[in-house]
């Protein structure tokens, strides 16, 4: 079997992620977690949307970790979304941070927003 390392270029991906935390490039985030690829933004959660509207041009998709299980995204949050034309997906966060990881890995332009587990 070959093994290959794996390169990020720039954005960073989510090192691990637990009860409450996240950790990015070897440093802890206590609460909800958003990475753009500007770089890690403080993010209150499913209720604040502004910088990653802000931000679209600067990805193609942006991943939305839901917690420990998948569950609907608010109506509020999915009508501002839709309204500025994000595309997104919805997602258990562990899902949501293997998936972006990946993308990132291949080079794609890819963002995240997480609540934690």
């Known amino acids: 079997m ?3 390392e794996i390169t ?4 960073r991906p989510v090192d691990a992620y637990g009860p409450g935390f996240f950790r990015v490039n070897e440093v802890v985030q206590d609460g909800p977690l958003a990475i753009l690829p ?12 502004a910088a990653v ?10 991943f939305i970790g839901m917690g420990a299980d998948i569950a609907p995204l608010p109506a509020a949050a999915k009508k501002k979304l ?4 994000v595309p997104y997906d919805v997602m258990a966060t562990p899902a949501a941070c293997r998936t972006y990881n990946v993308l990132l890995s291949e080079g794609r332009r890819v963002a995240i927003v997480a609540l934690p587990v």
């Open 8 to 11: 990020y270029k720039g954005q």
């Open 2 to 4: 070959e093994m290959n």
């Open 53 to 62: 509207i802000a931000a679209r041009a600067d990805y193609d998709v942006i």
């Open 38 to 49: 500007s770089g890690m933004i403080a993010w209150d959660g499913l209720k604040d949307w």
């Open 82 to 85: 839709e309204k500025a034309e």
